[in-house]
C-alpha cells in the first residue's frame, strides 16, 4: 500500500455513495481534521473516485485544502462497491463501551478538550457524562396527555443497539414509541 499525496480538485465524489453526510458530520469530519490533522487516508480508484472517505473529501473541500493523502485501490466493479458498502457498514456495528467512553470524556473534559470538536453535542454529552438522566423530547401535547393518563414509560437503555432493539419489539408489537 503505498500512500499519495493528490490535489483535492482532482478527486471525485463517488456518485454512488450509499451514505449520507448531514451538516451534524461533515462539521465533526472537519473540527477533527482542522484539529488533529489528516491521521488516516482516503481510499480512490484508478480514475480518482473516492471509494472509502467520500466525507473526509467533503470536509477537506469545505476547509480549503489543497491536497490529501489517498492509497489507490486497485478494486474494480462489484467488489470496489463491496468494500465501499462494507467500510461504511462495519464502523455503524461497532458499539461503546460505555464505561471507558464515560471515562475518557471525562478525562478529556477535566484536560480542557473541547468535546463539541469530537462530533458530540451538548446533549449527548450530558447525557454520557451523567449530568442529566435523559428524557426524550416529546409534543407537549403528547406528554401532557401521557402524564394525564399515565401511560408514558421513559426507559433509559445503556447502548444505541439496546435503544434500538427495544423500540423495534415495541413497534412491532403495536406501541407508540418515539426516540
Avoid: Y
Avoid at 490535489?7 to 450509499?18: E, F, Q, R, T
Avoid at 466493479?77 to 461497532?94: C, H, P, Q, V, W
Avoid at 471507558?100 to 470524556?105: G, P, T
Avoid at 423500540?167 to 406501541?175: C, I, T
Amino acid at each position: 500500500m503505498q500512500i499519495e499525496t493528490i490535489l483535492v480538485a482532482d478527486l471525485h465524489l463517488d456518485p454512488s455513495n450509499a451514505r449520507n453526510h448531514p451538516t451534524k458530520n461533515l462539521d465533526a469530519i472537519k473540527g477533527s481534521l482542522a484539529k488533529f490533522g489528516q491521521q488516516k487516508t482516503i481510499v480512490i480508484d484508478a480514475n480518482n473516485v473516492v471509494i472509502a472517505g467520500n466525507g473526509t473529501l467533503e470536509a477537506a473541500k469545505a476547509l480549503k485544502w489543497s491536497t490529501i493523502q489517498c492509497v489507490r485501490s486497485c478494486l474494480d466493479g462489484t467488489d470496489k462497491m463491496a468494500f465501499a458498502i462494507a467500510d461504511n457498514r462495519t464502523s455503524e456495528l461497532a458499539t461503546w463501551e460505555d464505561t471507558v467512553l464515560r471515562d475518557s470524556l471525562t478525562a478529556l473534559d477535566e484536560a480542557g478538550v473541547d468535546l463539541n470538536s469530537l462530533g458530540w453535542d451538548d446533549e449527548d454529552l450530558k447525557q454520557w457524562l451523567g449530568e442529566k438522566e435523559f428524557v426524550p423530547d416529546l409534543p407537549d401535547d403528547d406528554e401532557k396527555d401521557a402524564k394525564e393518563k399515565n401511560l408514558l414509560l421513559i426507559v433509559k437503555c445503556n447502548t444505541d443497539d439496546d435503544l434500538q432493539m427495544l423500540f423495534l419489539e415495541l413497534n412491532d408489537r403495536g406501541f407508540q414509541v418515539k426516540i
